[in-house]
T-cell receptor, first 110, second 117 residues
Framework: RKEVEQDPGPFNVPEGATVAFNCTYS??????FFWYRQDCRKEPKLLMS???SGNEDGRFTAQLNRASQYISLLIRDSKLSDSATYLC???????????FGTGTRLTIIP | NAGVTQTPKFRVLKTGQSMTLLCAQD?????MYWYRQDPGMGLRLIHY???????AKGEVPDGYNVSRLKKQNFLLGLESAAPSQTSVYFC????????????????FGPGTRLTVL
């Protein structure tokens, strides 16, 4: 089983719609959780951290469910510029390394 | 600040050739990482460094060597390239939290696209 699993998509969503995707992780010692965004042929960039209580950043909402070992990302009022691959990232407690999921590809359709 | 830069951006090698990828960061970060990204595999850690003069193996270290002689530079070497090393290589850096593991935000370079024929 992969340490971090994501639905690869693609998710094709009309502009203005709400889209959500989940990510599951296998190591219960996972401590830190993030969503990174990667545009086509570009480097990954941090989108947002995911906190236990859930957190929002503008149109983006991230949630963590430790009991079920999954995190989610919700994008409201989607924009064309949201088209990208979203990487779920996890760090295990005491580990220097991040573990990346394979990514979920999102395309916003005009 | 340039952030994290990588040299070269593209390279084509023949099987058995060697090369070195250079990563440089100007953010005074302690921690640096080399990843490779392949379709369907996600980012996989090759080697990393928690400070000048130190390196450690990641998930897929075989066939690669690294050196961190200066804090701002992290070199990735391929001694004898193989077609299986065709990939996009990303370097990243981060700054350690005080008294704890590295900060979780990693800053990535633009990548090196390597093809081994």
């Amino acid at each position: 089983r992969k340490e971090v699993e994501q639905d690869p998509g693609p998710f094709n969503v009309p502009e203005g719609a709400t889209v959500a995707f989940n990510c599951t992780y296998s190591n219960s010692a996972s401590q830190s959780f993030f969503w990174y965004r990667q545009d086509c042929r570009k480097e990954p960039k941090l989108l947002m951290s995911v906190y236990s209580s859930g957190n929002e950043d503008g149109r983006f909402t991230a949630q963590l469910n430790r009991a079920s070992q999954y995190i989610s990302l919700l994008i409201r009022d989607s924009k064309l510029s949201d088209s990208a691959t979203y990487l779920c990232v996890v760090r295990v407690f005491g580990n220097e390394k991040l573990t990346f999921g394979t990514g979920t590809r999102l395309t916003i359709i005009p | 600040n340039a952030g994290v830069t990588q040299t070269p951006k593209f390279r084509v090698l023949k099987t058995g050739q060697s090369m070195t990828l250079l990563c440089a960061q100007d953010m005074n970060h302690e921690y640096m990482y080399w990843y490779r990204q392949d379709p369907g595999m996600g980012l996989r850690l090759i080697h990393y460094s928690v400070g000048e003069g130190t390196t450690a193996k990641g998930e897929v270290p075989d066939g690669y060597n690294v050196s961190r002689l200066k804090k701002q530079n992290f070199l990735l070497g391929l001694e004898s390239a193989a077609p299986s090393q065709t990939s996009v290589y990303f370097c990243a850096s981060s700054y350690p939290k005080t008294g704890g593991p590295s900060t979780d935000t990693q800053y990535f370079g633009p990548g090196t696209r390597l093809t081994v024929l």
